[in-house]
């Protein structure tokens, strides 16, 4: 079943998207050679307190951090440690939060110092295929609209997207209905319509998009190596189109 939320709902999911927001704009820039992931975890917890909110992954299903941090080859669900961020990285930068009882997610992917070319064309195809799919958040379009929007920017550019993690509905729970492939042919799935909160968050590797998970149990990695990147953002679908929750 798929929540619809009130308006009233919505200006507060708004309220915790834009906390969310507001973290990853400092975690970027705190991105910088030498410091580490576990630093900058310590980080994001401090400003989701500072702003009133509960960090939400930390303890969802014992994940034990509020913030994941996936780096080059990581594509999700990276936990923060000891490691150190070096120049030529670049960094998926992952937080939820929940504010009055509503929830706030979105990720975005850094560059650390000076990256190749190639990253730098990941970075921007995966943000664009992200905005892709918003612009088909509309009401009286299928939920595949946007799964196949998504697939098409960034197959044209010769990348490959993540199979096995979906964006997902979110309101008074972090993951609710539906699930949102990246990938599939249009005109399928449930009608969009008003009130309806949705996460879309593409996962895009430059090479296969075979995934591996690590003996930690939670970071997922390209089987092949290759680098991978993240953006994600929570949307409303208003009648006056789709409402970015996570923009600042
Ligand atoms: N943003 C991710 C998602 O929406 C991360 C949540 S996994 C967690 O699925 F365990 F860290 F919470
Ligand atoms: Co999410």
Known sequence: MIFCKSPKEIEILRKSNQVVALVLKELKKNCQPGITTLELDQLADR???KNHCIPAFKGY???PASLCISVNEEIVHGIPGERKLKNGDIVSLDIGVKLDGLYGDAAITVPV????PESQKLLQVTEEALYKGIEKAHAGNRLSDISHAIQTWVEKHHFSVVRDFVGHGIGKNLHEEPQIPNFGKPG???????GMVLALEPMVNVGTYAVRI???GWTAVTADGSRSAHFEHSVAITNNGPLILSEL
Do not use: T, W
């Open 214 to 216: 690590l003996r930690d």
């Open 113 to 116: 110092g000076k990256i190749d």
């Open 188 to 194: 399928f799935g449930p009608r969009l319509r008003e």
């Open 47 to 49: 400003l989701i307190n």
């Open 61 to 63: 299903r014992n994940y």
